[in-house]
C-alpha cells in the first residue's frame, strides 16, 4: 500500500465519529415506569445474569440492565475481569478477593471496566462530545459516584438527556451538567444482541 493512502486511512480512522449504540439507549428507556424505586442494599444474586428485582435498584443497574437487554452481562464481565486483574481494580471496600454479587454494581468498577475495556473519553463541557449510548459518571454533592446513560433527547437548552436512577427510579433527565463529572466512557463491545444496530453520529 503506498504511503500517502496509509496514511489517508490512519487519518479516517482517527477522525470518523463513532457511532451511536441507539439500541441501549432504548433498552434503558424501558426501566422508565418498571424501576420505581432505589435500594442500595447487598443482595445475592444468581450467577450470570443475576439480578434484583425490576422495581427497584441503584445507578449502576440501569447500566447492567441497559447492556444486558443488549446481550452484553456485566456482572460476568466484570467479574471475569476482576478475578484475572484483581489489583487493577479500586480497593475502596477493603476486599481481598471478588465478589459477583456486588462488584458490577459499583460505579468505580464500572468506571474502571469501561476505561479497561472501552474507551475513556477527555471529560467536556461541550454536549456535541456526548453520543447516545456513552456513559457519564459523576461525584455527587454528597461525595456518592454517580452513572447514567447518554440518550438522543434533549432539554431544553439542547443539553443530551440521561438515563439514570439517582433514588427516585430509572428516570430521563436533563442532569449532564448538573454534577461534577468525573468520567466519559464508551463501551460497544463484541456479540450484542441481533438487532442491535448502531447509528451513525451527527455529521457523518
Known amino acids: 500500500m503506498p504511503r500517502r493512502t496509509w496514511i489517508w486511512l490512519c487519518l479516517a480512522l482517527v477522525t470518523t465519529p463513532a457511532p451511536a449504540l441507539q439500541c441501549l439507549v432504548d433498552a434503558s428507556r424501558t426501566q422508565i415506569g418498571v424501576t420505581l424505586g432505589y435500594d442500595p442494599s447487598y443482595a445475592r ?14 445507578c449502576t443497574d440501569v447500566v447492567i440492565r441497559a447492556y444486558r437487554a443488549i446481550g452484553v452481562d456485566l456482572q460476568e464481565q466484570v467479574h471475569v475481569d476482576m478475578r484475572a486483574h484483581f489489583s487493577s481494580y479500586p480497593n475502596n471496600w477493603g476486599l481481598t478477593s471478588t465478589d459477583r454479587n456486588i462488584d458490577h454494581r459499583r460505579v468505580p468498577n464500572l468506571q474502571r471496566f469501561f476505561t479497561r475495556h472501552g ?25 456518592v459516584p454517580h452513572i447514567g446513560i447518554v440518550t438522543d433527547r434533549r432539554g431544553a437548552s439542547g443539553t443530551p438527556l440521561i438515563v439514570h436512577n439517582i433514588g427516585a427510579g430509572a428516570q430521563e433527565e436533563d442532569v449532564l451538567h448538573e454534577f461534577a463529572i468525573t468520567g466519559h466512557y464508551r463501551y460497544r463491545p463484541e456479540g450484542l444482541a441481533p438487532g442491535c444496530a448502531t447509528t451513525p453520529a451527527a455529521g457523518d
Open 45 to 58: 444474586l444468581d450467577y450470570p445474569g443475576g439480578d434484583i428485582p425490576l422495581e427497584r435498584g441503584v
Open 119 to 143: 474507551q475513556s473519553l477527555p471529560i467536556s463541557s461541550a454536549d456535541a462530545d456526548y453520543l447516545p449510548g456513552d456513559l457519564v459518571s459523576w461525584r455527587l454533592p454528597s461525595g
